[in-house]
């Protein structure tokens, strides 16, 4: 039963690496193990220790591939062999980083996280990290800064997603209890006496969202809701820059921006007790603030106009092209956001989604040996983000069903008169079960069904522990039965 | 009694087995992400008015004040519960009817346009007010009515009514007890239900209410203290009830003159308190509080600054001939009639698949382009319709046999 299978690590899960080195012909002293040795001993410098819950576990096994005018050499002691083929990179094209990823995910493919170094010609180090689970550096490196930049890769940007300790607090994890997410569209018109936008959400749901919504299917259930609103304007002030422009808000106005009594947001009709709405709002200022932009602390003018707010959602400002405004007409100017404009919006608003899960929406990540871009996604989220997510939310989910259980278990033990249910026992050996599934798919390395599980046993967790048949007992204390029957014994 | 006893005890030993047997597996687990610090993502208010009937004006007008408040300093009304037994402003005895005010001179309204109350009349009960702080409701209670507050919550809870020693009376038939009330807080410390919570009773003895509370986090204030009365403010001669009570009106007048942006600490509002004025002494425990109370604004829990991260940049999903698959998709899912505009231009839309063709990767992709192809392939629009309509008829007409 459980008692088998107590262990006595946090959960780690376990992770393959591999390391290719194309085009290092003249030096005959870089033996694949002396060089995995090297990346072993790297990696185990940059992981913190003790290590987090939801990162890799320590004993890494690394495969190396030194690929040479003189053919492949791999390093010996593994189970399975490197699907590298030999001199393939010989022809590519290092100028177009799109062709290079699909190229090398056609030729390593799978679940084993690789880092390419090529020796080329040019003086300039390019580091980047593709959109499956490899990444490539090419330029004229030395061994020991090959070494060290992939080290750094696989650690720093494949184990921990690019942050710096690895681990995504609970404020960016937004999954509801019930493992599913809410996402609502507001599109707000500040003063509908000036203009009125609507825009075309239709198609956007189906061609930008979708895959975002299907790539985050294991980590969580999201469903979509949009709405247009009116007479919605902002609480905070602006002021007018003549340099700019414009009207300007600082970063000192954003957390008194969203105008809570006129924004009639949490509307939603789908959402159940326990899930999750996050709050997407693209606002579209009025005539007498337009065009509004946002100051950041060092002056400059955001480039995107746009900031969130931890586990509740993300607000842009748009501001209609020269802002126009019919001053003839009596009637209010009607609108559609245009294609280019909605999907410029979008762009801002995955930033913004990835924010919310703890991930930066740039693409590029500084690291101590050098800076590597990152690719993106049209799924909004890389295959090594992915695993990144599943793991910590995984983490998260087990974590979280721990600790409702023993709440429950101690709120059992403390009322000894409560009349606990059948099927309370019952979700409770349920989601017993979904996280022991949840461990042993993580010892696999099955990250996505791990968060599944994992999900499930959360949910489970605390379907038990709500129970509203729990209530009415738990008040019902002893004075109280003692006062009422021993008055009952006393007046009979 | 004895059948569910053992029904009970069983269930019970059955679920100690699986918890012993969950500790030790988890508790390893447990051990290393325990200490995280939680940052204030956003605040909630429970506001909760225990008493009905007329001569009980001035406590609906106590919590009505405070509802205004806590919105105009920007807490919205999906993070209020607002609990009120709302028999007032539509009374009989009411002069003002649907008016509500909590001083003589009428100056403001309480019950304007935007009080949304959640729970009313009789649905306030200590059992509905308990299931509110520990979440335990049926599936079907609705989300405005239920506080789905997280570990990063702060919360403010006031309640007031008529109180005892140890106890607040609940609509004239109920008690809630105070260490009740501490295990609710204790079971929504446990669920990590909240980061800090702030409890402000205005009752007679007040402060014993809240001295059962062990949980950490939660700060307490009451209007008076074992043995002391809470008195109103002043009679409205017009309505003819007290309007306000004391504590609760010194309490107004501390927040009438701040906006959202002030940044008063929390002992400036403590410290306002004048026992001659409230003729009772607002005791305060901040034992179980980590934080100093001169550090801690009082927006932190009357008002609702949200913590806000600039973004940096957008995330750039789309490349140019992405954009051009969006428009070319977008064009296909109109009806039918479009579709011979889009075999009117076959020369431009060639060399566009031509280009997307080579540098597509994805199976929807080479779908779309195969598809593409076989329109192209169709010559005669309107026949191809036409076969269409025609394919439907005799299907219409035995699907409709078989149903006779």
């Known amino acids: ?492 | 009694m004895r059948f569910k006893m053992y029904g009970s005890f069983r269930c019970r030993m059955v679920l100690l087995l699986l918890f012993l047997l969950l500790d030790c597996n988890f508790s390893n687990c447990l051990a290393d992400t325990s200490s995280e610090a939680t940052t204030h993502t956003n605040n909630w208010a429970v506001l909760v008015c225990t008493s009905r009937f007329w001569f009980n004006y001035r406590h609906m007008a106590n919590t009505l004040s405070l509802y205004r408040t806590v919105k105009r300093l920007g807490i919205p009304d999906e993070r209020i519960i607002l609990m009120l037994a709302d028999d007032m402003a539509c009374n009989a005895r009411n002069k003002y009817p649907a008016q509500v005010f909590n001083n003589e001179n009428h100056k403001l309204n309480l019950y304007g346009d935007n009080v949304e109350v959640d729970y009313r009349g009789y649905e306030v009960t200590v059992e509905n007010f308990f299931r509110v702080l520990t979440g335990r409701h049926e599936n079907a209670v609705p989300r405005s009515k239920r506080l789905l507050s997280d570990e990063g919550s702060h919360i403010l809870l006031y309640m007031t009514g008529h109180g005892g020693d140890e106890f607040l009376k609940f609509q004239d038939s109920e008690e809630l007890q105070s260490h009740d009330l501490a295990d609710a807080v204790k079971q929504m410390k446990e669920k990590r239900r909240f980061k800090e919570l702030l409890i402000m009773v205005d009752t007679c003895q007040a402060a014993t209410l809240f001295s059962q509370l062990q949980s950490p986090g939660v700060l307490a204030i009451g209007s008076s203290m074992k043995g002391e009365n809470s008195y109103s403010h002043h009679l409205d001669s017009d309505v003819g009830v007290s309007v306000v009570d004391r504590f609760t009106f010194y309490t107004l007048g501390f927040f009438e003159r701040l906006n959202m942006y002030n940044n008063d600490s929390l002992i400036s509002l403590f410290s306002s308190y004048n026992p001659s004025m409230l003729m009772s002494t607002a005791y305060y425990r901040t034992d179980l509080y980590q934080r100093h109370l001169e550090e801690v604004p009082v927006t932190n829990f009357f008002g609702s600054v949200m913590e806000m991260i600039h973004t940096d940049s957008a995330y750039s999903l789309l490349s140019r001939k992405e954009s051009f698959r969006v428009e070319i998709k977008m064009s296909a899912d109109k009806s039918v009639p479009d579709k011979k505009r889009l075999m009117d231009n076959p020369s431009d839309l060639d060399q566009i698949s031509e280009l997307n063709i080579e540098d597509q990767h994805g199976a929807l992709k080479r779908i779309w382009s195969t598809i593409q192809k076989e329109m192209e392939k169709v010559e005669d629009v309107d026949a191809f319709v036409s076969y269409g309509l025609v394919l439907i008829v005799p299907l219409l007409a035995v699907s409709m046999w078989l149903t006779w």
């Open chain 1, 1 to 492: 039963m459980l008692s088998a299978q107590i262990e006595s690590n946090p959960l780690l899960f376990p992770c393959h690496f591999q390391a290719i080195f194309v085009g290092f012909d003249s030096k005959p002293s870089m033996t694949p193990d002396a060089l995995g040795s090297s990346i072993l001993s790297q990696m185990t410098k940059l992981t913190s220790k003790p290590p987090q819950c939801g990162t890799c576990s320590t004993n890494y096994s690394i495969a190396v591939t030194v690929d040479s005018s003189l053919g492949c050499i791999q390093t010996r002691n593994l189970e399975d062999t490197s699907s590298w083929r030999c001199g393939s990179m010989g022809t590519t094209d290092f100028s177009d980083d799109e062709g290079v990823d699909k190229a090398l995910a056609d030729s390593l493919g799978g679940k084993v996280y690789s880092v390419v170094v090529v020796h080329g010609d040019r003086e300039e180090v390019r580091a980047v990290v593709g959109k499956y689970r490899h990444a490539w550096v090419v330029g004229r490196v030395s061994e020991a800064e090959a070494v060290a930049r992939a080290a750094e890769i696989f650690v720093k940007v494949f184990v921990n997603g690019g942050k710096e300790e690895g681990l995504i607090h609970g404020e960016f994890m937004p999954v509801g209890a019930d493992g599913k997410i809410v996402l609502s569209f507001n599109l707000l018109n500040s003063d509908p006496q000036d203009w009125v936008y609507d825009w075309d959400f239709q198609s956007i749901d189906e061609t930008l969202l979708s895959p975002v919504i299907e790539a985050l299917e294991s980590v969580a259930n999201i469903s979509v809701e949009s709405q247009v609103l009116y007479h919605t304007p902002k609480s905070s002030f602006s002021h007018w820059d003549d340099e700019q422009e414009s009207y300007i808000f600082s970063t000192k106005d954003l957390p008194f921006f969203v105008n809570s009594n006129e924004w009639h947001l949490d509307t939603s009709i789908a959402a159940g007790g326990r899930s999750k709405i996050l709050q997407i709002v693209v606002y579209i200022p009025s005539a007498r603030e337009c065009p509004l932009l946002l100051q950041l602390p060092n002056g400059e003018i955001s480039k995107t106009n746009g900031f969130i707010s931890p586990m509740w959602g993300g607000v842009i400002v748009w501001n209609p092209k020269d802002c126009l405004k019919d001053s003839e007409s009596q009637h209010p100017l009607r609108r559609t956001i245009s294609q280019q404009d909605l999907q410029k919006v979008f762009e801002v608003v995955m930033g913004q989604f990835r924010q919310l899960f703890g991930l930066k929406s740039n693409n590029v990540y500084v690291g101590a040996s050098g800076t590597s871009s990152l690719l993106a996604s049209e799924r909004g989220f890389t295959e090594w983000e992915l695993d990144v997510l599943s793991r910590q939310h995984t983490c998260f989910n087990l974590h979280s069903c721990a600790t409702t259980l023993g709440s429950l278990s101690r709120l059992v033990q403390s009322l000894p008169r409560m009349i606990i249910m059948d099927e309370i026992g019952k979700q409770v050996m349920y989601s017993l079960e979904a996280a022991t599934l949840a461990r042993s798919n993580a010892s696999l390395g099955l990250y996505d069904s791990s968060a599944v599980s994992s999900r499930q046993a959360r949910y489970l967790a605390e379907d038990a522990f709500f129970h509203p048949s729990i209530m009415s007992v738990s008040y019902y204390s002893f004075e109280h039965c003692f006062a009422v029957y021993s008055f009952r014994c006393m007046s009979s």
